[in-house]
Structures are given as C-alpha cells and as structure tokens.
C-alpha cells in the first residue's frame, strides 16, 4: 500500500521536499495498486537483475498517465533559485576508484546494501551527480554536483560510531569528506512539483 505522494515522487523523479500543494489525504491515505506495462512497450520486456531498481523514463510516463487517469492529478514544476547543497573536491587523493563494470546500473547506498543508514557509503558504476542525487533525500535540499568530475566510480567508507544509532546526516558527512569530497551550502537552482488537483479514486 503507497500514499499518492510517494507515487508522484516516484512518477515525476523528486524528493519529498520538491512537493507542494494538493490536499491533506495524499500525505495520509493509502492505496493499493496493481498495474503492468504493455506487453508491446520496452518496459513490458523489460528484465531488470533487481526489483528494487527504480523506474525507467518510460515507466515514469506511465505512472504519471495512471495518477492522472485514477486520482485525476494536475501538476506543473516551478523551478526557482534556492537553498541547496554543493558537492566539491577537497585538497585531499580522492578516493574515488574508476567503476570496474560501466554497464552495471549505477548504485549509491549503505553498507549494507540497502539505503544509507548511518554506516558509511558504497557507491557502484555510479557519477558524482548520482550520488550528489542520492545524497538529496536526506539532507532535505537539493545536492548539486560541482566536483567537475567526469566518469563513473566504485567507491566505499565506513562510518564508525559508539551510537548503536548513528546519524544519518553526521554518517553522511563525515563520510563524503574521507572520499576527498564536500558538502557546502550555496544557492542553486530548485525543481518543486507542486500539486494542483488530486481526487480519491473510486473502486474498481
């Protein structure tokens, strides 16, 4: 069961503080869904090595296509200047290695494989404007990629801490700064997809 506004986070490619607008029960209500692509369409052959995988663009447009059918979405994205977050190299070795498979899909996550944690960072086949992406959710702004580098990159740091519980945003810090990168606050510009119409669906 998904809230709608996780749905239109998936279908539009944007974090939970890139939404505005809309009623309250998008945030609240829960719903089950259960749709495949056409079997015609690339995404109906499609075989991904892994469900957790997120959507290809084609499979966004069509989710997109469900909500405003479903739920009778309206949208429109404002982008404006705000504040963001900056990633850039230090004075320090990067170490940041050259990916290994360049046709695996690029990934950035926790050690242990699933989302970042609090553990440190592991990072496969992916660019620093993916994990500057990755990186966006749980700092609540957007990251912008201003490191210049070029390529995809392997790359893993642990995050040691006494905490049982450590801090996320402390893990992640810490942790981009032994890769030989940084986060800096600036001003950028920011994409909010702000929500205009939003209907219950009614049983089919």
């Known amino acids: 069961m998904c809230k709608l506004d996780y749905l239109i986070q998936i279908a539009f490619n944007v974090q939970p503080f890139q939404l505005s607008g809309g009623p309250r029960w998008i ?22 090595s892994s469900p957790k995988l997120p959507p290809n663009p084609e499979q966004r447009e069509m989710l997109q296509s469900l909500l405003a059918d479903r739920f009778q979405l309206m949208s429109h994205r404002e ?19 050259d990916a290994k498979d360049k046709n695996a899909y690029p ?12 553990d440190g960072l592991w990072g496969m086949n992916a660019s620093t404007e993916e994990l500057a992406s990755r990186l966006s959710p749980y700092l609540d702004h957007t990251v912008l990629d201003r490191t210049g580098l070029q390529g995809s990159f392997d790359f893993k740091v642990a995050y040691a801490s006494d905490d049982p519980h450590p801090d996320v945003v402390t893990s992640i810090l810490s942790s981009i700064e032994e890769l030989g990168l940084k986060l800096e606050p600036g001003r950028g510009l920011v994409t909010t997809v702000v929500i205009d119409r939003a209907e219950k669906p009614t049983v089919n």
């Open 79 to 97: 982008t404006k200047e705000g504040a963001v977050y900056l990633l850039v190299k230090r004075d320090k070795d990067l170490k940041l290695q």
């Open 107 to 118: 990934w950035v996550g926790g050690l242990r494989g699933g989302g970042i944690s609090g």
């Open 27 to 48: 945030h609240e209500d829960r719903f089950d869904i259960e749709a495949k692509p056409p079997r015609t369409s690339k995404s109906g052959n499609a075989n991904p």
